[in-house]
């Protein structure tokens, strides 16, 4: 696996890919890679010939300075977990190949990334959207992998590709959890061991929402009484706990189209997120 730094380097060897007529995959991340990330890797590998794995730890999208100073930095670590998947590149930029001197662009999807996470992470969105759009050019690779477990992030990554006519393809790959349901997570090594055993209790009690409204209860009730079951359990607080559409995110009161519920709760210092199909 070469390791690049440098947009350059990629692009030289991205060339050398499209004269054999190769399909290139691109992997986004942010490091600390987890079986999460793994998978996204497998699926690459069966959508594309060639397989770039990217890390870079974005500070544009990081609302919160601490959030970005705790953000676990384990390059080594995950060149040694990549090995054994047959990745052709790990690209790690240096900062100034993604922000340059002078770099002015913000790149905002508006409507999708108004809510949810996006009223709860000021800038966060226009972080994204802007180092995706970055990596999506620098790589120009065909398709992109992108978790569920970051729901609304997949979808406007899906719109932005769309809109500026970048062609790579966004293809969403399910959610991978612990044992227990918990949602793998870079997040979940920072939960006390007591935290940690609190933390399935968030997408048990999405289940069990899911499971009464799908069986026709009232899911404004329902999910005002998960949110408090959440919080009975040992979470902080719930920020939010929301059944939306499951392709505009607009809110829904009932299950005439495919819907998501999609959550947010503190356990600790750490902002948990997940979402389930319903
Ligand atoms: O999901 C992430 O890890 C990040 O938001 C991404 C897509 C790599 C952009 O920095």
Same mark, same amino acid.
């Given at each position: 696996m070469k390791i690049i730094r440098s947009k350059d380097a990629l692009r030289t060897l991205r060339r050398s890919w499209i004269f054999n007529g190769e399909r290139v995959a691109v992997v986004p991340t942010m490091g600390a890679l987890h079986a999460g990330h793994l998978s996204l890797v497998e699926e690459a590998k069966k959508q594309a010939d060639r397989v770039i794995v990217t890390i870079f730890v974005n500070p544009k999208q990081f609302n919160n300075p601490g959030d970005l100073d705790n953000y676990p930095r384990t390059e080594e670590d995950d060149a040694e977990k990549l090995a054994p998947y047959g990745v052709d590149a790990l690209y790690a930029p240096t900062p100034d190949q993604i922000y340059p001197e002078g770099f002015a662009t913000n790149v905002r999807v508006s409507g999708l990334t108004e809510d949810l996470e996006g009223a709860h992470r000021p800038g966060h969105f226009d972080g994204v959207a802007t180092v995706v759009s970055k990596l999506f050019l620098q790589s120009r690779a065909d398709v992109a992998c992108f978790g569920e477990k970051d729901y609304q992030q997949m979808l406007l990554v899906r719109r932005l590709s769309k809109d500026l006519d970048i062609e790579t393809e966004v293809i969403g790959c399910p959610t991978v959890r612990e044992e227990d349901g918990l949602a793998m997570s870079? +997040?979940?090594? +920072?939960?006390?061991p007591e935290e940690r055993a609190i933390a399935p209790a968030l997408k048990a009690e999405m289940d069990r929402a899911a499971d009464a409204i799908r069986r026709g209860a009232e899911p404004r009730v329902v999910l005002d009484s998960a949110k408090a079951q959440i919080e009975r359990a040992g979470y902080d607080a719930v920020e939010y706990l929301e059944m939306r559409d499951a392709e505009t995110l607009a809110p829904v009161k009932d299950l005439t189209r495919p819907a998501r519920l999609l959550a947010a709760a503190m356990l600790g210092d750490v902002r948990l997120i997940d979402n389930i199909a319903i």
């Open positions: 870079s +997040r979940n090594v +920072r939960l006390t």
